[in-house]
């Protein structure tokens, strides 16, 4: 077990037993995933299906759906490890209508992490690895039973504040995106949200690297090889270094103090916002550094020179002693056990899946947001976990469908305004009222204007053959004493 996590086996309650003997609880052993989106809101329990039972299917292709799977229970694939990457394997089975994902090991040793693959973000089932062993005894069960497990995810919430840590470093492009709106949920949560950022430091006594005389950590490393951090590229030929990294980590650290003198919660999302900014405007090895790193720290009211000191304080980054904040860095990861970045731990509790926050924010798409949420007690949420899909944090959707809107029935909506300056629904019904009175009142003088024209003209036309129906109407009769054939009484009445 990692974390707070839970597999268990439902149904029959033989395979149930076989766990209960094998495991405290019957829970199994397993690794969770960290891409997708674990439903740290309520459990799944479904109905397993062994996907890759059959010779030459492996997962790694679209799994066709089988009619005999059930539509109006969860689905959970069981399938082998191999052939493709993790979050290729989770997302065909996410495609075929799985809830969720159990990957089974080659062995019984150390799980390994399922890591992403750099496309996770279009995952968003959980999933779990767990033994050959363990996933066995479901396999062979599966041929002749139904089972039905359970994935189970708790967060302890001790108080009505919510303690993030968050382990990630300089160069971090699985944290990118959430590093920049991680500023907007702490503005939106407040002081409810205590955040503690961390920063991975290799430690270059037991990389080898300290006092290093070969060369072979050159570019990679502060102060006589003390402090370390791998080439962002991968190639030391080209672009950043990691002393290039480490140097910006010892920064960041600093701005975070600075950033959070007075407690004030403003100020600290300022921080969040500076280290998004400086990964996509100093994010070149010709801007890199602290004159760029100076310009946004001064236009986010963070003090530069209070970095500088701080930095300064800590033993600085050319000597070749120890810096206190970097040894700090390196032993709170030992202690911890973060060997991977990036790390997001909620109450004590590791975040286990895609860091991806999509716009607009929302809980039911942001993992890291809906754990901080299911971190606090019942009935003591901010409103920023409540907030309405397509509405900024915070602001839920009114009987007029505006964000932040106080309307409580649709008869208010006339004078209901949206959120952001906007116009209410009432009000646009108005203004196409008018509108198509407008239209109405022109298309009427329009049509009197054109039968007044017509009038005209067939007056016109009148007045024209008037004296020659008038000498018809005179004409002598004929010797029968009749008019001439062509005068009928219509045409005299003319």
């Known amino acids: 077990m990692f974390g707070d996590e839970a597999l268990t086996v439902v149904l029959p309650m033989s395979l149930r037993n076989v766990f209960l003997d094998r495991y405290a609880h019957g829970r199994i052993p397993l690794r969770p995933a960290m891409f997708g989106i674990p439903s740290y809101r309520s459990s799944i329990t479904g109905n397993v299906f062994y996907v ?50 159990i990957v089974v090991n080659f062995n019984d040793d150390v799980l390994p992490f399922m890591v992403d693959d750099g496309t996770g973000s279009s995952v968003s089932i959980p999933s779990m690895l767990i033994t050959n062993s363990d996933g066995g005894s479901i396999k062979r069960t599966v041929e002749t039973n139904r089972v039905m497990m359970e994935m189970a995810w708790s967060i302890p919430h001790p108080d009505n504040v919510v303690n993030v840590n968050f382990w990630t470093s300089t160069h971090d492009p699985l944290s990118t995106r959430f590093k920049s709106v991680f500023g907007d949920i702490q503005r939106a949560m407040g002081d409810k949200l205590v955040t503690q950022p961390h ?84 994010g070149t090895k010709q801007r890199w550094g602290e004159t760029c790193a100076n310009e946004i720290l001064s236009a986010l009211s963070i003090s530069p020179a209070e970095v500088k000191q701080c930095i300064k304080e800590s033993g600085g980054t050319e000597a070749k002693s120890t810096n206190t904040l970097l040894e ?89 305004k949206k959120s952001g300056g906007g116009v209410s629904v009432g009000t646009v019904i108005i203004i196409v009222l008018v509108v198509v009175i407008i239209v109405g009142v022109a298309v009427f003088f329009y049509m009197r204007r054109q039968q007044n024209v017509l009038k005209d003209d067939i007056d016109s036309l009148l007045r024209q053959y008037l004296p020659l129906d008038a000498a018809n109407s005179l004409a002598s009769p004929n010797k029968d004493g009749f008019l001439p054939a062509h005068a009928t009484q219509s045409d005299s009445e003319i």
């Open 52 to 101: 890759t039972a059959d010779e030459g299917v492996d997962g790694c292709s679209p799994i066709e759906p089988e009619p005999y799977w059930p539509n109006n229970t969860a689905l959970i694939f069981l399938m082998d490890r191999g052939q493709c990457s993790f979050v290729q394997k989770v997302r065909n089975a996410q495609n075929a209508g799985a809830s969720a994902a």
């Open 199 to 282: 920063f991975k430091v290799v430690d270059g006594e037991i990389s080898g690297c300290l006092g290093d005389t070969q060369g072979s950590c050159d570019g990679l490393c502060i102060m006589d090889g003390r402090y370390c951090a791998p080439d962002p590229e991968g190639n030391r030929s080209i672009g950043l270094d990691g002393s290039d990294i480490v140097r910006e980590n010892l920064r960041q650290i600093c701005a975070f103090k600075v950033a959070s003198k007075g407690g004030d919660v403003n100020k600290q999302a300022k921080w969040w916002d500076y280290i998004s900014q400086f990964e996509a405007k100093c």
């Open 328 to 416: 700090k860095a390196i032993n709170d990861a030992k202690a911890q056990n973060i060997v991977y970045t990036p790390t997001f731990v909620v109450n004590g509790t590791p975040y286990r899946g895609s860091l991806s926050c999509p716009d607009p924010l929302d809980v039911s798409t942001c993992g890291p947001l809906q754990m901080i949420c299911e971190g606090f007690e019942d009935g003591k949420r901010p409103a920023a976990c409540s907030s309405s899909p397509g509405c900024p944090l915070g602001q839920v959707k009114d009987a007029c469908n505006v964000c932040g809107g106080k309307a409580k029935d649709i008869s208010e909506c006339i004078d209901e």
